[in-house]
């Protein structure tokens, strides 16, 4: 089972920038769908931005669009996050998350099929608050 763990969460003033990164424990041989995830006190966990290990598929949701970026290190087993021109409204736990994407299934990583319940392997969470 591969794990997950996340950091570079802190606070940062609206308009600012922050990086997230996530590291697996283990090479990830087999194709993988992995994201971000976030979730505000009192809101469900929702997708902010998914991307396939084996590329092709990246997923911004509407929120995030033109401001996240989601790139990955496959060698380093490592996903970043990177938030630009953050708003008081992105203050959330960020989760990353990972689902195994068998061949033949890399619908599972677009819209449509990019709800928590889809993914079973999380990190522990980093938090971002953005004051305004």
């Known amino acids: 089972q591969v794990h997950l763990v996340e950091s570079g969460g802190g606070s940062v003033q609206s308009v600012g920038s922050l990086s997230l990164t996530c590291a697996a424990s283990?090479?990830?041989?087999?194709?993988?769908?992995m994201g971000w995830f976030r979730q505000a006190p009192g809101n469900e966990r929702d997708v902010a931005v998914t991307?396939?290990?084996?590329?092709?598929?990246?997923y911004y949701a509407d929120s995030v669009k033109g401001r996240f970026t989601i790139t990955q290190d496959n060698a380093k087993n490592t996903l970043y996050l990177q938030m630009n021109s953050l708003k008081p409204e992105d203050t959330a736990m960020y989760y990353c998350?990972?689902?195994?994407?068998?061949?033949?299934?890399?619908?599972?990583?677009?819209?449509?099929?990019?709800?928590?319940?889809?993914?079973?392997?999380w990190g522990q969470g980093t938090q971002v608050t953005v004051s305004s």
């Open positions: 283990r090479y990830l041989y087999s194709s993988y769908c």
């Open positions: 991307n396939s290990t084996g590329g092709g598929n990246t």
């Open positions: 998350a990972a689902k195994r994407l068998p061949t033949g299934t890399e619908w599972a990583c677009r819209q449509g099929s990019l709800y928590p319940i889809n993914f079973g392997v």
